[in-house]
């Protein structure tokens, strides 16, 4: 270990935060896209909230393949970073987050999985400050202290673990693929080729909404809770694991395997899913409408509501609530109607889909045992406790 050296991430890396952008100048649509401390998420950009920046600016704030981001403020400081891909550009970099780049001393990749770990998390949480709004400093980002060896071991650490990412990344990929042809077929068979001597109906026939809720004499002293935040398009984020005396009042919402999950609040945002072999104690919040498809195929439900035009259709009801945000009742989505196919059709879409989330959801369980080995690798190579040849 004498190779290896304690230092500042300041004394390795180019830290420098963004331009303090006018927010009244910021449009809901244009070519280049700001990311703000709330399109950073724990790993990832988001952009279920995106403003765009169509005026001048300096070009020393435009964003770059790989550069890293941190969130300064925020209830999830400390998790909120991620690593900009070329996918995502251009973007420009707003007031409030931070942007790392290596320098000759360091490796890029390398110092993502240093702020990616739990050591950057455990010293934010620490030292943060704000009691309602966390937040961060630059400097206090500039003076976290971490262990790094020559560049060379830098580098093959960092491929190690890359190369478990882009798996991950990839089988991403392949589910996003088969949920599109999915929804393919279906806007083939059942919106272009639909027939007027079809039944009307409303999905409040076949299927029942919010059904189970987590009662005050429960079994359960910790649960795994799924907010609405963390769940988009059908994808997970992160549960939350709470005492169940500790949890918040939204967590209530119990659900079973092909339940589908449609975010009540600004349905626009598209936080939905649909639930594959919960466990027993995952609870979710009350903030989702919890649907239970018992007389169709779930596929055929979750899909019906969340085309981009039914998305539209539910957050134009949704504006028209008299609530404080724009949200929906679960009598709203229960009165969606549509036009009801013929069992012949309804059975071969049926199999095809299912045929396609048996191969997403196995999919999540290698995503998941990657994930599980990659932060297990993670801290011992960082540390290391495991050292590569090179």
């Not at 970099?93 to 942007?99: D, F, P, S």
């Not at 209530?252 to 899913?273: A, E, F, M």
Request: hydrophobic share 35%; net charge negative; glycine share 4%.
């Amino acid at each position: 270990m004498s190779e290896w050296k304690v230092c500042k991430l300041g004394d390795v890396v180019n830290i420098s935060t963004g331009y303090s952008f006018k927010g009244n100048l910021y449009e809901f649509s244009g070519s280049l896209r700001a990311v703000r401390g709330e399109n950073i998420t724990e790993g990832t950009l988001r952009w279920d909230s995106e403003k765009f920046w169509n005026h001048p600016y300096d070009e020393k704030y435009l964003l770059e393949t790989n550069d890293i981001v941190i969130g300064m403020d925020g209830s999830k400081v400390g998790k909120n970073r991620a690593k900009i891909k070329e996918k995502d550009l251009p973007l420009i970099l707003a007031q409030r987050v931070t942007r790392i780049q290596a320098t000759a001393l360091s490796n890029q990749s390398f110092i993502w999985y240093t702020i990616y770990s739990q050591n950057f998390i455990n010293y934010v949480e620490a030292i943060h400050t704000g009691t309602s709004i966390p937040h961060i400093s630059m400097k206090q980002i500039s003076d976290f202290e971490i262990l790094i060896p020559a560049l060379d071991e830098q580098k093959v650490i960092a491929e190690v673990l890359s190369s478990l990412d882009d798996k991950i990344d990839l089988l991403h990929h392949q589910n996003k693929t088969l949920e599109e042809l999915a929804q393919t077929l279906f806007r083939q068979w059942f919106i272009e080729e639909a027939n007027d001597e079809w039944e009307e109906v409303t999905l409040g026939d076949f299927v029942k909404t919010n059904v189970l809720t987590l009662k005050k004499d429960s079994s359960l002293k910790t649960i795994q809770y799924l907010d609405t935040s963390s769940l988009t398009e059908g994808k997970i984020d992160s549960f939350q694991q709470l005492d169940l005396s500790e949890a918040p009042s939204r967590a209530k919402r119990i659900v079973k395997h092909n339940d589908v999950l449609i975010s009540t609040v600004r349905p626009n945002q598209k936080h939905y899913g649909i639930i594959k072999n919960p466990t027993e104690d995952m609870i979710v919040s009350t903030g989702y409408c919890v649907v239970s498809c018992e007389q169709l195929n779930p596929h055929f439900i979750y899909i019906l509501l969340t085309t981009d035009d039914m998305t539209e259709y539910l957050h134009s009801i949704a504006e028209g609530s008299t609530s404080t945000y724009p949200s929906l009742k679960p009598s709203d989505i229960e009165a969606v109607e549509f036009l009801l196919p013929p069992e012949d059709k309804l059975k071969k879409f049926s199999d095809y889909a299912d045929n396609a989330w048996d191969k997403i959801d196995n999919n999540h369980i290698q995503i998941k045992t990657l994930e599980n080995m990659r932060d297990t690798l993670l801290p011992k190579l960082m540390s290391g406790e495991v050292r590569l040849t090179y």
